[in-house]
T-cell receptor
């Protein structure tokens, strides 16, 4: 089945120790997104790629970086994790072709829960 | 400043009854609204959507109503089933391929 896969499902890192979360997709979608979700909060968009074009949200801290080496893979790098970065990180994809509905539906991975000690 | 608000963190409903989940938004430029369902340990999955040019969209047991003048939408599930127990997120977008703006979610519990 075509899907969005996030690895690892759970990640523990130390305060200040760089960490990378990964996302892969078999849907061949051009658009990929990274969201941060804290407990009982709405998923918050960090950035998204429209193909190779990177779009950073204005309030995304510089501590968060992203790479998309090809259509299938996208990485979230947290350069110096702080305690406040502990959260669920969700990757999503969407099509850039088709009708309005097709373009609006985002397909999510199961997320990576990050703990910072 | 939350542009999409789900003011009820949780809702409990008896099996077989109607579940009504509400969502309010502040940006009148939103033109597409979606509902996502999330089970524990899984990512959100798309459930149903509505375009701003419509006021109702129905898919099986799920119906979404949109009241543009009130900037309010609701998701009706009837009849509710125990398998519907999940967190439901309301989301809005300005147009295709622009990022979705999510609400905080409402946890629905359907009691057998």
């Amino acid at each position: 089945d075509a899907m969005v896969i996030q690895n690892p499902r759970y990640q523990v890192t130390q305060f200040g120790k760089p960490v990378t979360l990964s996302c892969s997709q078999t849907l061949n979608h051009n658009v990929m997104y990274w969201y941060q979700q804290k407990s009982s909060q709405a998923p918050k968009l960090l950035f998204h790629y429209y193909d190779k074009d990177f779009n950073n949200e204005a309030d995304t801290p510089d501590n968060f970086q992203s790479r998309r080496p090809n259509t299938s893979f996208c990485f979230l790098d947290i350069r110096s994790p702080g305690l406040g970065d502990a959260a669920m990180y969700l990757c999503a994809t969407s099509r850039d072709t088709g009708g309005v509905l097709a373009k609006n539906i985002q397909y999510f991975g199961a997320g990576t829960r990050l703990s910072v000690l | 400043d939350q542009q999409v608000k789900q003011n009820s963190p949780s809702l409990s409903v008896q099996e077989g009854r109607i579940s009504i989940l509400n969502c309010d938004y502040t940006n009148s430029m939103f033109d597409y609204f979606l509902w996502y369902k999330k089970y524990p340990a899984e990512g959100p999955t798309f459930l149903i959507s509505i375009s701003s040019i419509k006021d109702k969209n129905e898919d099986g047991r799920f119906t979404v109503f949109l009241n543009k003048s009130a900037k309010h939408l609701s998701l009706h599930i009837v009849p509710s089933q125990p398998g519907d127990s999940a967190v439901y997120f309301c989301a809005a977008s300005l147009s295709g391929n622009t990022p979705l703006v999510f609400g905080k979610g409402t946890r629905l519990s359907v009691i057998a």
